[in-house]
């Protein structure tokens, strides 16, 4: 199959690799495509689902700085990909 993509598209998944995110087009198009599809399934609670979803973070404990968490995760994943 081939694509033809935007020059602001191909700039992402450029950028991806040169930053060694991913080894080819490819493989970015398709984590792309694996992300849209787990957030398109995260989308499937009611509204009631998500409702009850906060009320249990919100009881779950002190909450955590968005931010840091983000960091801390960036900062794993730089470990495990060397």
Do not use: H
Not at 9 to 36: C, M
């Amino acid at each position: 199959m081939r694509l033809t993509l935007d020059s602001k598209t191909q700039k992402l998944i450029f950028d991806r690799i040169a930053r060694n995110d991913y080894a080819t087009v490819e493989e970015a198009v398709t984590a792309a495509l694996d992300a849209l599809d787990r957030e398109e399934r995260s989308g499937a609670f009611d509204p009631t689902e998500w409702d009850a979803l906060i009320a249990d973070g919100e009881c779950s404990g002190e909450a955590l700085d968005g931010e840091a968490v983000l960091a801390e995760l960036r900062a794993l994943r730089e470990r495990r990909n060397g």
